[in-house]
């Protein structure tokens, strides 16, 4: 595709004397229209004259200049059309030879992205809430490897702050009556919940909570700190079973405690920026002078009681992520509820001087809720839902549909699994993801919606083509290129992937793939129900399978950026 897109801006860049990289693209409103669009308006002020003259004009200068294309003026636009023949013969082989690799490409050599995602708190199983950050943040490690990057993944464990001071006295007088051996997670979340009420209740409770926490901060080695760090490492387990049924792999996982020798000398150096003042016996950054709307919102660094906080731990991370990294972009995949968080603390580095701060993105998200928007409540605890049971939910609601729709279908664990598991993240990544992702059992595992499994059909259904033609022997033939007279769109879809996963990374927004890998889905169910592949002339067979094996490849290059597994079979 982008052989023809360098035809033609060489072209226009000839005839209208401008630079051929500035020169943009769209594709046309209407796919009988052409493959690509150019759009007059862009150059009419630099041309001095009126978009449509402009067309008209180069579609006739451009006509004896393209080999395989043509270009026709409709109003204000330029369409392009690539032959039909031409357009399969090299989209089809580029995809070919690329295989698993076509959709990336080397533009990240030697660049480094931090993504910080999942992050979840020890001491309480992962929530929903988690669930995006951990999907989206996948994602887009998986997105920017493609495309040649270092991809840096961080879990930044919550496993630091004024809440393990209870979680550790709520240890010490109640151990006993929770269960820490079969489910800990469980039982530690019962001890968090019953500590949190017991600090409002009981002021003796309280002080010991306190004072556990001043001797965690003090880094002093002894029962406290032995307390904490087997709490920290029965949780990690915990989460660790749920990453690898979600696919979640991070190269680092750096718990805010890791930056705990960090702290003093990140307060020390904001101070000598000399941006910190005292009020009310804290330690604060003003803000108002760099972000008006943080007047109100000075960011605290130390509290009066000489702790540390969540805002300070994070600013030293993002000095130690940058040089140790000296990272491109630093990308945190956390929810929109932390927006005054981040926006906080480019402000302390903006203040500081810090000339990497533009590099530091909070990539937030919407929320999840249930069907009519309510949020999604457990059935036992009624407090939060838990991942892992949500997971088994919808898994089990899948090995039924499964087997609803094929009986005698011996994988269905296996089965079940790929498309409950696909269902779930393709749901949270089909929509931009600042917005508010609905969770439907019912709907997110229909094959027929705007859904995960509809795309591992469409993959599942070329993949039952590839293996009749192979038991029935055809697609030995020599290619016959000119059966492709309705593929066009088709096509251009194929050869737009590229294009793309670029776009989705540059955007750090996965959906871009997700909706293309809809529409791709629709185009290839268009073409194929028009065109049948088996039992043709044998040279258009062989073309046509050709085709249906790039577009398996593609949809399950796609698939594999965004998580969801791409079955052969359903
Ligand atoms: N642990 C936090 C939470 O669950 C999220 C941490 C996000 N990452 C960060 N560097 N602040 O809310």
Known sequence: MQTFQLQIREALARHTGLAADELKFELPRDSALGDLAFPCFAVAKALKKAPPAIAAELAQKLSSDLTGITAVATGPYLNFRIARAELARVVVGEIESAAARYGGSSVGANKTIVIDFSSPNIAKPMHVGHIRSTIIGQALHRIFTSLGYKAVGINHIGDWGAQFGGLVVAMRRWKDTVDLETEPVHGLL??????????????????????????????????????????????????????????????????????????????????????????????????????????????????????????????????????????????????????????????????????????????????????????????????????????????????????????AQRDADTIAEQVGIGAIIFNDLKRERIRDVVFDKSEILSFEGETGPYVQYTHARLASILRKASEAGEGGAAPDWTAFEEAGPLLVALGRFPEVVQSAAVHAEPSEIATYLLSLGRDINAWYVQNRVLGQAPGVTAARLALVRASKTVIANGLRLLGPAAPDEM
């Open 190 to 407: 019962d001890l968090y919940q019953r500590s949190k009420a017991a600090i409002a209740e009981d002021p003796e409770f309280a002080r010991e909570a306190k004072e556990a926490y001043q001797e965690l901060e003090s880094g002093r080695e002894g029962p406290v700190r032995e307390l904490w760090r087997w709490i920290t490492e029965v949780s990690l387990r915990g989460f660790d079973k749920t990453y690898k049924r979600l696919g979640i792999h991070h190269d680092l996982v750096r718990g805010e405690a890791f930056y705990e020798d960090l702290l003093e000398p990140t307060v020390e150096r904001a101070t000598q920026a000399g941006v910190t003042e005292v009020s009310e016996g804290a330690l604060v950054v003003q803000l108002g002078a760099i972000d008006k709307g943080l007047t109100e919102t000075p960011c605290l660094l130390r509290q009066s009681n000489g702790t540390t906080l969540y805002a300070t731990r994070d600013l030293a991370a993002m000095f130690q992520r940058y040089e140790e990294f000296h990272f491109e972009r630093c990308l945190y995949v956390v929810g929109a509820e932390q927006k005054l968080h981040f926006r906080q603390l480019k402000a302390v580095l903006k203040r500081m001087g810090v000339e990497w701060e533009p590099r530091i993105e909070h990539i937030y998200f919407g929320l999840l809720l249930g069907p009519g928007r309510v949020k999604l409540a457990s059935r036992n605890k009624g407090e939060v839902l838990i991942l892992d049971e949500l997971i088994d939910d919808v898994v089990n609601e899948a090995r039924r549909v499964v087997l609803e729709k094929n009986p």
